[in-house]
């Protein structure tokens, strides 16, 4: 945000050390983008859309940025059906809606992250979908448990990481408010191209 004078009020997306009042900074001119498609399937990433899993780069040249106008109301699909989880509690008692918004709210321990865990093996497993895994605040310990649950049932596959199923986007405890508040936008624009291609 520019406050005049030369002066500007930013987000940290990384850590701050070192960093002091009074430094020079510079204008990329652009939003934060980040890798997008089947390079991003199993692979781990931060909320700039870097890959955390020291697997190397990124294989891909296509990027998207995270700020983007919402789709006009004309182009929402109306037609109502159930997305089928394969839980059968879940599809009983509280059906999702397909391509609806799905809130699932819980205190620490309750099971929300094994749900989300079942939810994406079901759709790499029964219905050959792809997911994209967005953990806001997480513990490292639980993104850990997450990533080696996922190389376990073999929705990320360790063999040919081509063939997995689910790209997995972290804004962790550790890391700054910025991070942890945009990373929801990163692991959505990740999802949204595959629904788009």
């Known amino acids: 945000q520019l406050l005049g ?14 960093l002091t009042r009074g430094m020079a900074v510079i204008d990329t001119g652009a939003p934060i983008r980040v890798p997008v ?10 909320v700039l859309g870097e890959p955390v899993d020291n697997l190397g780069p990124v294989d891909t040249s296509t990027t998207s940025p995270i700020h983007r106008s919402a789709p006009a109301f004309i182009q929402l699909d109306t037609k109502l059906s159930i997305f089928e989880t394969g839980i059968k509690v879940v599809d009983l008692l509280a059906p999702y809606r ?12 309750v099971g929300k992250t094994v749900l989300i865990m079942e939810l994406i093996n079901n759709i790499a497993k ?19 448990d997450l990533y080696m649950e996922m190389k376990e049932s073999g929705v990320i596959n360790k063999e040919n990481i081509a063939e997995s199923k689910v ?10 408010p910025g991070a942890r508040m945009r990373v929801g ?11 788009d291609v």
């Open 185 to 195: 936008l990163t692991a959505l624009t990740m999802a949204e191209y595959f629904r």
């Open 98 to 109: 397909r391509g609806g918004k799905i809130g699932l709210f819980g205190g620490a321990g």
């Open 167 to 176: 790209a997995l986007v972290y804004g962790q405890m550790n890391e700054p």
């Open 37 to 46: 498609g089947g390079a991003t399937l199993g692979r781990i990433f931060n």
């Open 5 to 18: 004078n030369n002066r500007v009020r930013a987000v940290a997306m990384s850590a701050t050390d070192g």
């Open 126 to 144: 029964a219905h050959g979908g792809v997911s994209v895994f967005g953990g806001v605040g997480e513990r490292t310990r639980e993104g850990n």
